[in-house]
T-cell receptor, first 113, second 114 residues
């Protein structure tokens, strides 16, 4: 596609529910990143994919967070048993390779009530 | 620990005035350095990046940044600000030292007065 797309754009959920966030990277981009941006904060790195493997998961805040990627395509970020502190904008970015320019999606705004 | 500091949370300048946004980093080696802009309702866009070589790098929209190793700084500058530059600006480091993690600063929100 023309750019990185993310869905849904907004998600409201109740505490304790699971949510799944989707990222469609730019076609041909092997590298994919997930970030979290809390209100008034900078971006917080969550995980990096090279192809469908994740050599760096160091930013995932707890075992409630997981992510997977199908080949060099779609990635999903899953948050289980959501907590109010999970409320944030979740951003996805893709690049041709590691160290290359990252192109960001518009983000998914998650609100946990 | 690796970190990025943007000491100015908010900056207000008049249109046509010069601009400098500060960024300091702490990193084990010379990192890759980036400046991104996030406009209201828009996604993050890369303004410029430094990997190696000439320490003064030119970016899009008339921005430039200078890497100063001795000061661990990578300040963003623009000689004459336009009203459309009002946005939030993020400095980021990463890409070296055996990690895939990119670290972002907390951002500087720029307001431009007409």
């Amino acid at each position: 596609g023309a750019g990185v797309s993310q869905s849904p754009s907004n998600k409201v959920t109740e505490k304790g529910k699971d949510v799944e966030l989707r990222c469609d990277p730019i076609s041909g981009h092997t590298a994919l990143y997930w970030y979290r941006q809390r209100l008034g904060q900078g971006l917080e790195f969550l995980i990096y994919f090279q192809g469908n493997s994740a050599p760096d998961k160091s930013g995932l805040p707890s075992d409630r967070f997981s992510a997977e990627r199908t080949g060099e395509s779609v990635s999903t970020l899953t948050i289980q048993r959501t907590q109010q502190e999970d409320s944030a904008v979740y951003l996805c970015a893709s690049s041709r390779g590691f160290g290359e320019t990252q192109y960001f999606g518009p983000g998914t705004r998650l609100l946990v009530l | 620990a690796q970190s990025v500091t943007q000491p100015d949370i908010h900056i207000t300048v008049s249109e046509g005035a010069s601009l400098e946004l500060r960024c300091n980093y702490s990193y084990g080696a010379t990192p890759y350095l980036f400046w991104y802009v996030q406009s209201p309702g828009q996604g993050l866009q890369l303004l410029l990046k430094y990997f190696s070589g000439d320490t003064l790098v030119q970016g899009i929209k008339g921005f430039e940044a200078e890497f100063k190793r001795s000061q661990s700084s990578f300040n963003l500058r623009k000689p004459s600000v336009h009203w459309s530059d009002a946005a939030e600006y993020f400095c980021a480091v990463g890409g070296t030292s055996g990690t895939y993690k990119y670290i972002f600063g907390t951002g500087t929100r720029l307001k431009v007065l007409a």
